[in-house]
């Protein structure tokens, strides 16, 4: 049975840093092509995507995280990770990791780990 879970939300000031990770578990995972993304979605917002490995390796970030948020990932690509720095109010949000197998077009969400950015 395949899954993903993110970890690592919490509360931080402005200005902190958290990491966020996700663990991709099942057989289907790191054996194809497959893009490993970070969504967020903040209340009363769309989801939006946030920093994305596509399938050639190749990765991308929102305009609103660039130079902030580093994306990176384990070398068996079971494993993504987030890292956030220099966090701002308007990054609080439910951050949602997802997987995508391209030739099983099959998607894979986690449950959702919040981050709260406050004084």
């Known amino acids: 049975q395949e899954y993903v879970a993110e970890s690592g939300g919490g509360l931080v000031q402005p200005g902190g840093s958290l990491r966020l990770s996700c663990v991709a578990s099942?057989?289907?995972?790191?054996?194809?092509?497959?893009?490993m993304r970070w969504y967020r979605q903040a209340p009363g917002k769309e989801r939006e995507l946030v920093a994305a490995?596509?399938?050639?390796?190749?990765?991308s970030y929102a305009d609103s995280v660039k130079g902030r948020f580093t994306i990176s990932k384990d070398n068996a690509d079971k494993a993504v990770f987030l890292q956030m720095d220099d966090l701002k109010p308007e990054d609080s949000a439910v951050y949602y990791c997802?997987?995508?197998?391209?030739?099983?077009?099959?998607?894979?969400w986690g449950q959702g780990t919040t981050v709260t950015v406050t004084t």
């Open positions: 997802n997987v995508y197998i391209y030739v099983l077009r099959r998607d894979f």
């Open positions: 099942g057989s289907s995972f790191g054996v194809y092509a497959q893009a």
């Open positions: 490995f596509h399938g050639g390796g190749t990765t």
